[in-house]
Every structure is written in structure tokens, then in C-alpha cells.
């Protein structure tokens, strides 16, 4: 098997959507309200969302990653501008979404390596019911900081996990 990470390229839009929404259903099956999860335009959203990041004023600061084992896209990572007003002129993981089939392996921490410096002072939100994203977040030097929302669009509480710099 031949695993490569790298800079996502537009061609990689589908395969970007594709593990976004498959990997959504395999994460949060029991977290989120199954018409979120399978909603009829999911992938057609996700596959614009996808398509959008790759217009310039989108790119802006922002960096996306893809992972390939074997010629298939089994990762997606993108990190960007903190959005959070406290961790301004930081950076923040928006996405890191894998197939659980390659958990464990190495290619979520590839994934981050790529679109944010190891140990580079970063935030990301992650919900509070997914206790192995968290602890895979902890090995790579992230805590909570006790930073907590609730995410309107799927009534899931996060929390914000932060590495380096003020926290």
C-alpha cells in the first residue's frame, strides 16, 4: 500500500467531498440527527464547499492537504486564519476528517503536519462527544481549554482545544 499526503489540487474536489460526507456518517452516526448526516444536498454541498475553497479570495491564508492510499483520497485536512478573536494571528484547524478505516495509522497526523507547522500554536473545535478525536488531538500537543459552543446547525456542543501560545 502506498500512502501520500499532500497540497490539495482542484482535481481532488470530489474525492475532498466524498470523505467528508462518508466520514461524517461514520463519526457522528450516533452524535448528530440522522437528516443532518444524510441529507438529500449533502454532497452536493460538500462537494461546492469544496470546489469554492479553490477560488483565490477562499485560499486566502487557508491550506488544504488530501491524503491518497493507493491512488483513492482517504483524508482531508484544512487549516487556516484562527477565526476565534482570542487566538488571532494563530492558526486553526477547520478540517481533519479520515475513513476509520485508516485510523490509527498515522495519516490524521500526517494530515495536520501539512496544514499546520508540529508545534506550531493552533485551535481547533472539536465535539465534546468524540472522545478518540479528542485523544487523538491530546497527542498532538492539543488541550481543552475551556472554551465551549453549541454548534446551531446540528445541536452538537464542542469544545475548543488549543496548542501553544495563550491559553
Known amino acids: 500500500m502506498s500512502l501520500v499526503v499532500c497540497d490539495a489540487a482542484v482535481d481532488d474536489v470530489e474525492g475532498m467531498a466524498r470523505v467528508h460526507v462518508d466520514s461524517w456518517q461514520e463519526t457522528y452516526h450516533q452524535i448528530m440527527p440522522r ?10 454541498r460538500r462537494t461546492q464547499m469544496w470546489r469554492s475553497f479553490f477560488t483565490q479570495s ?6 488544504a492537504a488530501v491524503a491518497e492510499l493507493d491512488g483513492r483520497i482517504v483524508g482531508i485536512s484544512m487549516a487556516g ?12 484547524l477547520f478540517v481533519l476528517y479520515v475513513y476509520q478505516f485508516v485510523h490509527g495509522s498515522g495519516v490524521g497526523a500526517r494530515l495536520l503536519e501539512a496544514v499546520i507547522e508540529p508545534g506550531r500554536p493552533a485551535s481547533l473545535w472539536v465535539a465534546d462527544a ?19 459552543k453549541e454548534e446551531g446547525s446540528h445541536g452538537v456542543r464542542e469544545i475548543r482545544m488549543v496548542r501553544g501560545g495563550e491559553e
Open 35 to 44: 437528516e443532518v448526516l444524510h441529507a438529500p444536498d449533502r454532497w452536493e
Open 58 to 63: 477562499a485560499q486566502e491564508g487557508r491550506k
Open 81 to 92: 486564519p484562527a477565526s476565534d478573536e482570542d487566538r488571532r494571528g494563530q492558526q486553526q
Open 130 to 148: 468524540n472522545p478518540r478525536a479528542q485523544a487523538f488531538y491530546r497527542k498532538q500537543g492539543f488541550a481543552p481549554d475551556g472554551c465551549v
